[in-house]
T-cell receptor, first 111, second 113 residues
Framework: KAGVTQTPRYLIKTRGQQVTLSCSPISGHRSVSWYQQTPGQGLQFLFEYFSETQRNKGNFPGRFSGRQFSNSRSEMNVSTLELGDSALYLC????FGGGYTFGSGTRLTVV | QQQVKQSPQSLIVQKGGIPIINCAYENTAFDYFPWYQQFPGKGPALLIAIRPDVSEKKEGRFTISFNKSAKQFSLHIMDSQPGDSATYFCAASRAFGNEKLTFGTGTRLTIIP
C-alpha cells in the first residue's frame, strides 16, 4: 500500500515568487491536512481538506492557500514568498480525520 | 499560545534504559493524544495514541501514561535501542482526533550503545 506522496521533495524559490506543492494521499483517504515544520515554531497546522472542502484552517496569512481535488489529491500554494516561509511542508492523510499518516514532506528554501 | 508543552528538549539515554518524555496540555477539550516519531528526512510517524478514558496504553516497547486530573501524559520507551534515536512529538486533538493536531515542541532522543 503506497504511503502519502509529496512532490517535489526539495524546492528553492526566490523571495516574491509563488510556489505550489502537491500531495497524493493514501488510496481511499479523504482527509488531507497540511503542516509547516520549522526549527523555531515546530509543527504548525495550516489547513485540512475533506471531500474537496476546507474543514479547518490554522493561523497563517492569506498567502497560504490550498485545495483538494475529487480524487483527494491536494495542493497548497504560497504566494509572494518570504524568507520566513522556508520550512518543511508536511502533508498528512486519513480516512475521515485522526490517525494521520504523514508524507516525507517538501523542503522549501526561499532565497 | 502554546497549548501542549513538551519536555525535555533533548535526552540522552544508554541502551536498555527507559527514556521518559513528558507533555502537559491546557485545553480540557482535547480528547486524543498521539505520539509521533520522526527520523531525519522523514515525516512524523504515528507511534501510539491514547484517549482520556484510560490511564495507560502499551504497544510493544512503547507505553503512554495519562493523568487526566493533572492534564499530563508521558511516553516511556522500554529496553531502548540505538534505532530509537529520533525526535519524538506529543500531540493533542479534539473530537477523538478528527480535528487538527496541536504538537509539542519535540524531544530529540539519543540512545547510546
Amino acid at each position: 500500500k503506497a504511503g502519502v506522496t509529496q512532490t517535489p521533495r526539495y524546492l528553492i524559490k526566490t523571495r516574491g515568487q509563488q510556489v505550489t506543492l502537491s500531495c497524493s494521499p493514501i488510496s481511499g483517504h479523504r482527509s488531507v491536512s497540511w503542516y509547516q515544520q520549522t526549527p523555531g515554531q515546530g509543527l504548525q497546522f495550516l489547513f485540512e481538506y475533506f471531500s474537496e472542502t476546507q474543514r479547518n484552517k490554522g493561523n497563517f496569512p492569506g498567502r497560504f492557500s490550498g485545495r483538494q481535488f475529487s480524487n483527494s489529491r491536494s495542493e497548497m500554494n504560497v504566494s509572494t514568498l518570504e524568507l520566513g516561509d522556508s520550512a518543511l511542508y508536511l502533508c498528512a492523510s486519513s480516512l475521515f480525520g485522526g490517525g494521520y499518516t504523514f508524507g516525507s514532506g517538501t523542503r522549501l528554501t526561499v532565497v | 499560545q502554546q497549548q501542549v508543552k513538551q519536555s525535555p528538549q533533548s535526552l540522552i539515554v544508554q541502551k536498555g534504559g527507559i527514556p521518559i518524555i513528558n507533555c502537559a496540555y491546557e485545553n480540557t477539550a482535547f480528547d486524543y493524544f498521539p505520539w509521533y516519531q520522526q527520523f531525519p528526512g522523514k515525516g512524523p510517524a504515528l507511534l501510539i495514541a491514547i484517549r482520556p478514558d484510560v490511564s495507560e496504553k502499551k504497544e510493544g516497547r512503547f507505553t503512554i501514561s495519562f493523568n487526566k486530573s493533572a492534564k499530563q501524559f508521558s511516553l516511556h520507551i522500554m529496553d531502548s535501542q540505538p534505532g530509537d534515536s529520533a525526535t519524538y512529538f506529543c500531540a493533542a486533538s479534539r473530537a477523538f482526533g478528527n480535528e487538527k493536531l496541536t504538537f509539542g515542541t519535540g524531544t530529540r532522543l539519543t540512545i547510546i550503545p
